[in-house]
Nanobody, 115 residues
Framework: QVQLVESGGGLVQAGGSLRLSCAAS????????MGWFRQAPGQERELVAR???????NYADSVKGRFTISRNSAKSTVSLQMNSLKPEDMGVYYC?????????WGQGTQVTVSS
């Protein structure tokens, strides 16, 4: 059974930092591209950052220079370091893993940024 379990969300003041982690199990982690999406209330889920099996990264324009995605194949984890957080970064952050037609999602972790 594949599981992606996020942690690290919470409440932070604008300008602060949070680090999200996602622990993957039940899959061959090294075969999966990994990433983070977020969804704000009333809005569609949007891609925040992704990292390929080779370590190539892509970021949404809104988070470039502030967020950093990384993966640790030895621990089967993917992390998202979020700095200089803004109120518009608030939402539920979801970890995902993808290879070919297989897609898996975590349950989400809430990030709240107070202004």
């Amino acid at each position: 059974q594949v599981q992606l379990v996020e942690s690290g969300g919470g409440l932070v003041q604008a300008g602060g930092s949070l680090r999200l982690s996602c622990a993957a199990s039940g899959l061959t982690f090294s075969r999966y591209g990994m990433g983070w999406f977020r969804q704000a209330p009333g809005q569609e889920r949007e891609l925040v950052a992704r990292i390929s099996i080779g370590g190539s990264t892509n970021y949404a324009d809104s988070v470039k220079g502030r967020f950093t995605i990384s993966r640790n194949s030895a621990k089967s984890t993917v992390s998202l370091q979020m700095n200089s957080l803004k109120p518009e970064d608030m939402g539920v952050y979801y970890c995902y893993g993808k290879v070919l037609s297989d897609n898996y999602w975590g349950q989400g972790t809430q990030v709240t940024v107070s202004s």
